[in-house]
């Protein structure tokens, strides 16, 4: 369904079409943020009440219909109070996925019968909106306390129509997410492997009483770290010539030749081998 008609079902339920389309560029503009969750549920509970609303993905095997892994992606309560969460009921919502079926709403109530576990959220009304592409699933979970009424008709087919432009940007915002994790672990890495030269560098110094100035050790690991002079020298706002100047000064010193033999003498060998 189209931007403007689910446009037209939110205003009919709204009824103020400029505070959608701003809180719908809000939510846009969070994809790949810790702000996505809150600015989802101020969007979908501007229309549709709801206490708790929480975001995943999952990884499953289509084959055995078995959950392989969850991840969560962002959790979010009404005005922003503590809240336990509530236990997903992620085996129901694996057995009512439909093969084929790309999108899809699981109604659950709280309802339990004596000795029988409850098919929703023990005290919720809950909502799921999913997206299913082969052995991934995208969830928006919906909770509503018991104590108030359970989703309407109306409601229910507002956030069925809606999750039609919601569910792409929550499979968007996972995969920002796992980039962002990604990217964080490398730099992380990096900084962890940068240390841990500099103390072997500074080690190795210490070992073979030699002594650098300031410069020519930050040279020295900054080529030893993958760092270009062109680099260097953009780095330390100084030209080119001077990161080569420096570098000769410390390899002389450490009775080496170049980078390659700023290289060797760190791995422990000699400029002939």
């Not at 079902?9 to 079409?17: A, C, I, L, P, V």
């Not at 505070?19 to 560029?25: E, I, Q, V």
């Not at 990096?190 to 080690?203: I, K, P, T």
């Not at 100035?213 to 020295?220: G, H, K, V």
Request: aromatic share 6%; with cysteine.
């Amino acid at each position: 369904m189209g931007e403007y008609l689910l446009m037209e079902k939110n205003s009919e339920m709204t009824g103020d079409q400029s505070d959608y389309f701003m809180a719908l560029g809000k939510l846009i503009e969070s994809v790949g943020d810790a702000r996505f969750a809150s600015n989802m549920h101020k969007i979908i509970a501007a229309t549709v009440s709801i206490d708790f609303l929480d975001l995943s993905e999952w990884t499953i095997n289509e084959h055995e219909r078995r959950i392989i892994s969850v991840q969560p992606l962002g959790q979010e309560s009404a005005g922003h109070k503590l809240m336990s969460p509530p236990s997903s009921p992620h085996e129901i919502l694996l057995n009512r996925i439909v093969e084929g079926e790309l999108t899809l709403l699981v109604h659950l109530k709280p309802t339990c019968s004596a000795g029988a576990a409850c098919a929703g959220a023990p005290g919720f009304y809950n909502c799921n909106l999913v997206l299913h592409k082969s052995k991934k699933l995208w969830a928006i979970a919906l909770y509503r306390e018991h104590h108030h009424r359970d989703f309407s008709l109306s409601e229910l087919s507002f956030l069925k129509n809606f999750s039609e432009a919601l569910l792409p940007m929550l499979e968007q915002h996972a995969g920002a997410m796992l980039s962002s994790c990604m990217a964080n672990a490398e730099n992380e890495a990096f900084r962890q492997g940068a240390l841990q030269l500099e103390h072997d560098f500074n080690e190795k110094l210490s070992r073979s009483k030699l002594r650098l100035s300031t410069r020519e050790r930050e040279i020295c690991l900054g080529l030893l770290m993958g760092s270009s002079i062109r680099a260097l020298a953009d780095k330390l706002n100084v030209k080119s010539s001077s990161i080569e100047t420096y570098l000769k000064r410390a390899a002389a010193k450490l009775g080496a030749t170049g980078r390659n033999g700023l290289i060797k003498w760190m791995a422990g060998f000699s400029e002939e081998s």
